[in-house]
């Protein structure tokens, strides 16, 4: 069944489709596909229900956990870097959460200052950038999670 363009639920990959695998909870998937929606039109919306440490520990696909708030203006500072670098890597995953007081997940990343991104491959962190100030050092990072070449889509 085809959830989102070039999505589907279930297997791993399959015709060059990415297949959600089934341990995903509902929560984590539809904050999957709706990263994936706004991949490269990026807003100001963070999730406040967010996953659990062990949903983000299952990723499969590279994906970037942006922890901020809307109200932040380091995090609104941010926003064009982020912007920018994403639209050269359509296929590397975004998920706005919003942090806090209270918020198991980015403590449990240990999240001390606005934006954090914390860049999640194969489950695991693979690299970490704190209130970054271009869009340079965003790149970098990237690549270091990026499966293919840059505006390659799955």
């Known amino acids: 069944m085809e959830i989102c363009r070039g999505f589907e639920a279930g297997g791993a990959v399959s015709g060059g489709k990415f297949r959600m695998p089934y341990a995903l909870s509902a929560q984590i998937a539809a904050l999957f596909l709706i990263s994936r929606r706004s991949a490269m039109t990026l807003s100001n919306v963070y999730t406040t229900q967010e996953p659990a440490r062990a949903e983000i520990?299952?990723?499969?696909?590279?994906?970037?956990?942006?922890?901020?708030?809307?109200?932040?203006?380091h995090c609104q500072a941010a926003q064009p870097f982020i912007a920018t670098v994403f639209a050269d890597y359509p296929q590397i995953s975004h998920i706005k959460i919003e942090d806090g007081r209270g918020r198991a997940l980015g403590r449990s990343f240990g999240i001390k200052l606005w934006p954090t991104l914390v860049f999640i491959k194969d489950g695991k962190e693979a690299a970490r950038l704190v209130r970054p100030q271009s869009a340079a050092l965003i790149d970098v990072a990237m690549k270091q999670i990026a499966d293919h070449d840059r505006k390659k889509v799955p």
């Open 57 to 73: 520990d299952a990723l499969l696909t590279p994906t970037v956990l942006e922890f901020g708030t809307a109200w932040c203006g």
